[in-house]
C-alpha cells in the first residue's frame, strides 16, 4: 500500500474493539480529528453489529466470507472476516 491507504489486521486479542481501529487508521490517514471519523463512522455502521459480525466465534475461530465496504470521511473502508482491513483515501478532485 502507499501513502494513500493503510492495511492492516486487527488484533482481537489485545481487546480493542473494531471501530475504534477503523477510526485510529482514517484519522491518521486523513489527518482528521479521530472523534469526526467515529461519529461518521457510528453514522454508516453500528459499532456493535461490526463486533457481532467479524469478531471471532466464541471457540475462537475466525468468521469466513464476511466483507464490509463503507465509506467514512474521504475513503473507502474494507473490512474482511478474517480481520484484515484497508482504508483508502480517495479525496475528492479539485
Do not use: K, N, Q, Y
Not at 494513500?4 to 471501530?19: K, N, Q, V
Not at 470521511?73 to 474494507?78: M, R
Request: proline letters at 7%; aromatic letters at 4%.
Amino acid at each position: 500500500m502507499d501513502d494513500d491507504s493503510i492495511l492492516f489486521r486487527h488484533d482481537w486479542a489485545d481487546g480493542t474493539e473494531l471501530g475504534p481501529s477503523i477510526t485510529d487508521a482514517v484519522a491518521r490517514l486523513t489527518d482528521t480529528p479521530p472523534e469526526r471519523v467515529g461519529s461518521d463512522l457510528r453514522g454508516s455502521v453500528d459499532p456493535d453489529g461490526l463486533e457481532r459480525v467479524f469478531h471471532p466465534s466464541a471457540d475462537g475461530a475466525t468468521r469466513e466470507g464476511g466483507r464490509l465496504v463503507v465509506p467514512v470521511e474521504s475513503c473507502v473502508v474494507t473490512v474482511e472476516s478474517d480481520g484484515w482491513v484497508s482504508v483508502v483515501h480517495r479525496p475528492e478532485d479539485g
